[in-house]
């Protein structure tokens, strides 16, 4: 059974920092592109970035309000799937899912990790 | 970057009318294309990919068609259970970009 589980939310200060994590099992990881997506409170799906299996380069690419500030990167030998994000802001509040693409894609999500950006 | 709009943002309609969702893309998408459910506090739930794909287990009242810029998710019969709001994203190259939502009500 395909499982995606996010981990790492919580509350932090604007300007702070935040490390997500997704664990994934049931599927082959390595060879799947990421990706996570995040949806404000009451607001639509954004997407907030993807990277690539290494095999096919296992590069990165973000969404404009993000760029140069979140960073996503993999860890194939655990199965796991992150995402560093700094400088955070208020507008980064949101539930952050994790998403897999790989013979289909996005067919399976993560329940989600609530980040709170508050003073 | 390729931006995508829905149409139309909300809308009501009566159990067993046929519902019609767009999606435009501002440049061609080939079939890249998939669109969602989202139920209020659920994860999204794929149900269409590459423009006319149907995800297998969902019900074959739902349908879609398209290619390159204009893309349509047609319910055939609406039903109760179909309540929610339906994004678009295209995944042709990034930014995988969604659509605003069309929240889908019964009148």
């Known amino acids: 059974e395909v499982q995606l589980v996010e981990s790492g939310g919580g509350l932090v200060k604007p300007g702070g920092s935040l490390r997500l994590s997704c664990a994934a099992s049931g599927f082959t990881f390595s060879n799947a592109w990421m990706s996570w997506v995040r949806q404000a409170p009451g607001k639509g799906l954004e997407w907030v970035g993807r990277i690539k299996s290494k095999t096919d380069g296992g590069t990165t690419d973000y969404a404009a309000p993000v760029k140069g500030r979140f960073t996503i990167s993999r860890d194939d030998s655990k199965n796991t799937l992150f995402l560093q994000m700094n400088s955070l802001k208020t507008e980064d509040t949101a539930v952050y899912f994790c998403?897999?693409?790989?013979?289909?894609?996005?067919?399976?999500w993560g329940q989600g990790t609530l980040v709170t950006v508050s003073s | 970057d390729i931006q995508m709009t829905q149409s139309p943002s909300s809308l009501s309609a009566s159990v067993g009318d046929r519902v019609t969702i767009t999606c435009r893309a501002s440049q061609g998408i080939s079939n890249y294309l998939a669109w969602y459910q989202q139920k209020p506090g659920k994860v999204p739930k794929l149900l269409i990919y590459?423009?006319?794909t149907l995800q297998s287990g969902v019900p074959s009242r739902f349908s879609g068609s398209g290619s390159g810029t204009d893309f349509t998710l047609t319910i055939s019969s609406l039903q109760s259970e179909d309540v929610a709001t339906y994004y678009c994203q295209k995944y042709s190259s990034a930014p995988w970009t969604f659509g605003q939502g069309t929240k889908v009500e019964i009148k």
């Open positions: 998403t897999k693409y790989d013979t289909i894609p996005f067919d399976y």
């Open positions: 590459a423009a006319s």
